[in-house]
T-cell receptor, first 112, second 115 residues
Framework: DAKTTQPPSMDCAEGRAANLPCNHSTISGNEYVYWYRQIHSQGPQYIIHGLKNNETNEMASLIITEDRKSSTLILPHATLRDTAVYYCIARTIGGSNYKLTFGKGTLLTVNP | NAGVTQTPKFQVLKTGQSMTLQCAQDMNHNSMYWYRQDPGMGLRLIYYSASEGTTDKGEVPNGYNVSRLNKREFSLRLESAAPSQTSVYFC??????????????FGEGSWLTVV
């Protein structure tokens, strides 16, 4: 699976959109981009994933660049409960889940 | 729907003691995993079970054993606990071991301190 690079930390004001970047310049055509988050003292939680097209669900939107070398997770209206570490992960279609690698992620702090 | 349930949530052990962390999932998933997470670090895979009856080593298996008791349950055993095993342990499950589209669901974690 391709390596991903994220900023170590970001801040966001409550009620504003939080835009979390992820670089995956070596991603291959058969790799999905997945996002998980981990709220303090809890297990990681799935947020969203995508391959080529932008995706949206009830939690967030995922914008993947046309060349697929980077992506942005958007939390449209961040709340204090969104303060967490966010992990961007590249996963191979048909690849083994046991190879899933969680790096250090981005600590998003939502401020009142 | 409970998802992935781990017990105990907190445990303090003395060096050399043994213990077993229990994990159960109610999503009829085939694959299960045990991770550890040390302060400021990402998750590291200890062992995984692709399906009932099979187990395999992950990135950091030394000092641990696992048992896939049935499809629902996957336990992690520390035979002789060491201070280096002080960590937060997460159990997880997914429908299959491969797929890329599969979502992995995690338990709430077990905080283990070895003194």
């Amino acid at each position: 699976d391709a390596k991903t690079t994220q900023p170590p930390s970001m801040d966001c004001a409550e009620g504003r959109a939080a835009n979390l970047p992820c670089n995956h310049s070596t991603i291959s055509g058969n790799e999905y981009v997945y996002w998980y988050r981990q709220i303090h003292s809890q297990g990681p939680q799935y947020i969203i994933h995508g391959l080529k097209n932008n995706e949206t669900n009830e939690m967030a939107s995922l914008i993947i660049t046309e060349d697929r070398k980077s992506s942005t997770l958007i939390l449209p209206h961040a709340t204090l409960r969104d303060t967490a570490v966010y992990y961007c992960i590249a996963r191979t279609i048909g690849g083994s889940n046991y190879k899933l690698t969680f790096g250090k992620g981005t600590l998003l702090t939502v401020n009142p | 729907n409970a998802g992935v349930t781990q017990t105990p949530k907190f445990q303090v052990l003395k060096t050399g003691q043994s213990m077993t962390l229990q994990c159960a999932q109610d999503m009829n998933h085939n694959s299960m995993y045990w991770y550890r997470q040390d302060p400021g670090m990402g998750l590291r895979l200890i062992y995984y079970s692709a399906s009932e009856g099979t187990t395999d080593k992950g990135e950091v298996p030394n000092g641990y054993n696992v048992s896939r008791l049935n499809k629902r349950e996957f336990s992690l055993r520390l035979e002789s606990a060491a201070p280096s095993q002080t960590s937060v342990y997460f159990c997880a499950s997914s429908e299959r071991i491969t797929g890329g589209r599969d979502t992995i669901y995690f338990g709430e974690g077990s905080w283990l301190t070895v003194v």
